[in-house]
């Protein structure tokens, strides 16, 4: 249990940060080298690799080095590990949302009804 909390822990601090999410995303499209993951965000090399490795650490992408290329893929088994993890509280916020749902129309027919007396 322990490990899976740590790699749930490693995954949610890897999509913490907007620019690993968006080379995920790039990712999902096709393989890249760093350098492609780098230049939507204006970077050196070494700043991306500084991004990569923390997706290489919380299992998100693999890294295929070749003389200096380096090649990224996306790996998604640890996304979907996240995703169960959410879905276990899925229904916690569907019951909250429909509770709240239901007071709305309550409250607009309430208005309703006071602006036709």
Same mark, same amino acid.
């Given at each position: 249990?322990?490990?899976h909390?740590a790699?749930?822990?490693a995954?949610f601090?890897?999509?913490s940060?907007?620019?690993r @999410?968006?080379?995920l995303?790039? *990712? =999902? &499209?096709? $393989?890249?080298?760093?350098?492609?993951?780098?230049?939507p965000f204006s970077?050196?090399?070494?700043g991306?690799?500084k991004?990569?490795?923390?997706?290489?650490?919380a299992?998100l992408?693999?890294?295929?080095?070749?003389?200096?290329?380096?090649q990224? @893929?996306?790996?998604?088994?640890r *996304? =979907? &590990?996240a $995703?169960?993890?959410m879905?276990?509280?899925e229904?916690f916020?569907?019951?909250?949302l429909?509770?709240?749902?239901?007071?709305l129309?309550?409250?607009?027919?309430s208005?309703?009804?006071?602006?036709?007396?």
């Open positions: 249990m322990v490990e909390s790699r749930l822990d995954v601090h890897a999509l940060d907007p620019t @999410r968006a080379m995303g790039h *990712l =999902a &499209e096709r $393989d890249c080298t760093i350098g492609e993951l780098a230049t970077m050196s090399f070494a991306a690799s991004h990569v490795r923390v997706l290489e650490r299992g992408l693999r890294r295929r080095i070749r003389g200096r290329i380096h990224c @893929r996306l790996q998604a088994e *996304l =979907a &590990e $995703d169960a993890w879905r276990r509280y229904h916020w569907n019951d909250r429909d509770t709240l749902e239901a007071l129309r309550a409250e607009d027919t208005r309703a009804k006071k602006q036709k007396d």
